[in-house]
């Protein structure tokens, strides 16, 4: 099968690109013929009102990428057409070039960004919702966007626009939901239910299994607000137990944190920064236990299926998709997201006993090898694949261009 993968590369790498990276690898090693399209958010250049304006109208028709990937597709001649992220150079522009192309489409959704400007359904410290309830006005209010109203109203105006010109319904084949509950928020905005599967994301190279009960909890992430990092580090204030912590990761919380931490004379509460993959992998195989405190819908983080590989358990906020991918006792412990007295009285529970410990991170390794390795997320990603091309093959090659967007115009008012 020949595919092309599109994705727009973030300033930091996250776990979209690492997806779209280890997808592409997967696809390689099959022997399919993988081709990319990717553009680089460091293309982005925002220094003076042109430049600007320029962004804004991009994120909505990126007439520049359209014809790029027009290019691509002559000379690729794929079967199918993968996207990961298309946001802002590449825009939803691309999806009518590919239906003139008469090429199929699939489309992952790593995040909510097709409901929510910011594409995390989190403001000022808790859970909202208000632009699937009211408006996508409401995000222009409160500037949800990088603390931008331009910004949050190019944002609002491309999902708005496209919605109009029924976009996601028509120009996408198939959306992948990494878990159910990121499906089902999607069919609550209106999705057809047959338009969005579910392939959980998988790890790429399995860590094996960790020695030993471990020797202290670890958490992973960017040291930010919606991460929970505050409600995990006042959780050891109310812990009984003198148990370590290690910190890995690095955010604008930082700093505050590590105050908090010297004031409170945490002695065994340990920041180690940002870690690339081997040694990141060595802190896992020594963790007794890793705590996810999110307090935003996470889609999943990828550590935490990294944990299921190493035979950790995870301690998790009963919060979105974690509450549906980890299994309260079981594979790990659920408590109240930003309840700092919940976390602590699971984490004493998982650090005192310790047999429990050691049975669920049996059960941990158990539901990777059932769910997350490559080799079932390659069959679940040629089912949705097959499935596409057969419907698509019925189908004849014609433009599905808005009028005013053939060549590089842009909808406006359409």
């Given at each position: 099968m020949k595919i092309l993968l599109v994705?727009?590369?973030?300033?930091?790498?996250?776990?979209?690109?690492?997806?779209?990276?280890?997808?592409?690898?997967?696809?390689?090693?099959?022997?399919?013929?993988?081709?990319?399209?990717?553009?680089?958010?460091?293309?982005?250049?925002?220094?003076?009102?042109?430049?600007?304006?320029?962004?804004?109208?991009?994120t909505s028709w990126a007439w520049?990428?359209?014809?790029?990937?027009?290019?691509?597709?002559?000379?690729?001649?794929?079967?199918?057409?993968?996207?990961h992220n298309t946001f802002p150079l590449i825009s939803p522009a691309a999806y009518y070039v590919c239906r003139e192309a008469g090429v199929r489409v699939v489309q992952t959704l790593h995040n909510y960004r097709l409901l929510c400007p910011s594409g995390a359904f989190f403001r000022s410290g808790k859970i909202c919702q208000e632009c699937m309830s009211h408006s996508l006005l409401r995000s222009v209010r409160y500037s949800c966007y990088r603390d931008s109203r331009p910004a949050t109203a190019a944002v609002a105006f491309m999902l708005r626009l496209h919605k109009s010109l029924k976009t996601w319904f028509e120009m996408v084949d198939k959306y992948i939901?990494?878990?159910?509950?990121?499906?089902?928020?999607?069919?609550?905005?209106?999705?057809?239910?047959?338009?969005?599967?579910?392939?959980?994301?998988?790890?790429?190279?399995?860590?094996?299994?960790r020695k030993g009960e471990g020797e202290y909890a670890l958490f992973i992430g960017r040291l930010a607000a919606e991460k929970g990092v505050r409600t995990l580090l006042e959780a050891w204030n109310f812990l009984e137990s003198k148990v370590p912590l290690r910190i890995v990761g690095d955010g604008p919380l930082r700093l505050e944190l590590e105050t908090q931490r010297n004031l409170a004379q945490f002695s065994d509460v340990r920041f180690e920064g940002w870690l690339s993959s081997r040694?990141?992998?060595?802190?896992?195989?020594?963790?007794?236990?890793?705590?996810?405190?999110s307090e935003w819908y996470e889609c999943v983080p990828l550590t935490l299926l990294e944990a299921f590989a190493c035979g950790l358990p995870v301690i998790a906020s009963r919060l979105g998709a974690m509450a549906e991918v980890v299994?309260?006792?079981?594979?790990?412990?659920?408590?109240?997201?930003?309840?700092?007295?919940?976390?602590?009285?699971?984490?004493?529970?998982?650090?005192?006993?310790r047999e429990r410990l050691v049975s669920m991170g049996r059960q941990c390794r158990l539901e990777y090898e059932a769910k997350y390795t490559p080799e079932q997320s390659y069959r679940a990603l040629m089912d949705i694949y097959r499935d596409v091309v057969q419907v698509g093959d019925s189908g004849k090659k014609s433009s599905a261009m808005p009028a005013a967007a053939v060549g590089q115009g842009f909808p406006i008012g359409s």
């Open positions: 994705h727009e590369l973030y300033r930091q790498p996250g776990g979209e690109d690492y997806v779209f990276h280890a997808e592409k690898e997967l696809l390689l090693a099959a022997g399919h013929r993988v081709s990319e399209f990717t553009r680089r958010n460091e293309e982005i250049v925002t220094d003076g009102f042109w430049s600007k304006a320029s962004i804004g109208i991009r520049d990428s359209a014809g790029m990937l027009r290019t691509v597709l002559r000379k690729e001649d794929p079967d199918i057409v993968h996207f939901a990494p878990t159910d509950f990121v499906r089902q928020k999607y069919l609550e905005a209106g999705l057809p239910t047959g338009k969005i599967a579910v392939k959980p994301h998988f790890v790429h190279l399995d860590p094996g299994v040694p990141l992998r060595a802190m896992m195989q020594r963790a007794a236990f890793l705590i996810c405190p299994e309260d006792g079981r594979t790990g412990l659920h408590f109240t997201a930003g309840d700092a007295r919940d976390l602590a009285s699971r984490v004493e529970e998982m650090w005192t006993r």
